[in-house]
């Protein structure tokens, strides 16, 4: 692939590559160096081409329908009982709802409401 520089430079890798750049130029450098040439402002030809956003899912903004969500989230990330989806306190981490929903970030506060509640019906399951 070739690269653009907006100086003329000599780029030395930590992999042991180097390249010349003359400024304004297109230059072949070797695939391994793209990250290392990024991140100096050498540009590939084309242009940086950024990938693609993961869309985020519409949030239910109706109470009742968030709360049916993250009961039904509740129920499988229990059932599914890997530690690390929990905290210390034994609440779901935001990270791994956020993940799971593919929504955007959700308050602790929220968080704690609902699983206060998800708990609350387990109780009275048992009963």
């Known amino acids: 692939m070739k690269y653009i520089s907006y100086r003329t430079i000599v780029v030395a890798s930590l992999s042991g590559r180097?390249?010349?750049f003359q400024k304004g130029v297109p230059t072949?450098?070797?695939p391994q160096m793209?990250?290392?040439?990024v991140a100096?402002?050498?540009i590939p030809e084309g242009g940086l081409v950024e990938p693609p956003a993961a869309p985020v899912t519409a949030e239910p903004t109706v109470s009742a329908d968030r709360e049916a969500v993250l009961m039904d989230l509740f129920d499988k990330m229990v059932?599914?009982?890997?530690r690390e989806d929990f905290t210390a306190t034994g609440a779901p981490h935001l990270s791994v709802i956020?993940?799971?929903l593919?929504?955007?970030t959700m308050l602790a506060k929220e968080r704690d409401v609902m699983w206060d509640k998800w708990t609350q019906?387990?109780?009275e399951k048992e009963e």
């Open 18 to 20: 180097s390249v010349g």
């Open 28 to 30: 072949y450098a070797p």
């Open 34 to 37: 793209h990250d290392e040439l």
């Open 40 to 42: 100096m402002g050498i």
């Open 79 to 82: 059932t599914r009982g890997r």
């Open 98 to 100: 956020a993940k799971e």
């Open 102 to 104: 593919n929504w955007g």
């Open 121 to 123: 019906k387990q109780l």
